[in-house]
């Protein structure tokens, strides 16, 4: 089930694809501020797993155009998506010794 209307439409919807980066960068903020567990994600449309993959992709195709200050926002945001909760990418980790949570998180 896709919740996008045909290509077609687009223009007289005023729906813009691929999206401008300030808007995608608002939907990351909005979702990653919300006090919604992820485990109880109320998005119909996507799973928090797809879709944090296609917000990671867009940003990965648009990162040289970012300003080194958004660059540097996104950084420090947490925003991967770990268990029921947001996680600064600085906390992750493909191997821990031991479970270090809730401060690393093992990838």
């Not at 995608?24 to 109880?40: G, I």
């Amino acid at each position: 089930n896709s919740c996008a209307p045909p290509q077609v439409m687009f223009s007289s919807l005023g729906i813009v694809s691929p999206p401008p980066i300030s808007i995608v960068l608002r939907q990351v903020r909005e979702l990653t501020e919300s006090d919604v567990a992820l485990d109880q994600w109320p998005h119909q449309y996507g799973t928090v797993e797809q879709v944090f993959c296609d917000l990671f992709s867009f940003l990965q195709d648009n990162y040289e155009d970012l300003s080194p200050r958004v660059k540097d926002a996104l950084a420090d945001r947490p925003l991967v998506p770990i268990g029921g909760a947001f996680v600064k990418s600085s906390r992750l980790f493909f191997r821990l010794a031991k479970d270090l949570a809730p401060f690393f998180y093992e990838v």
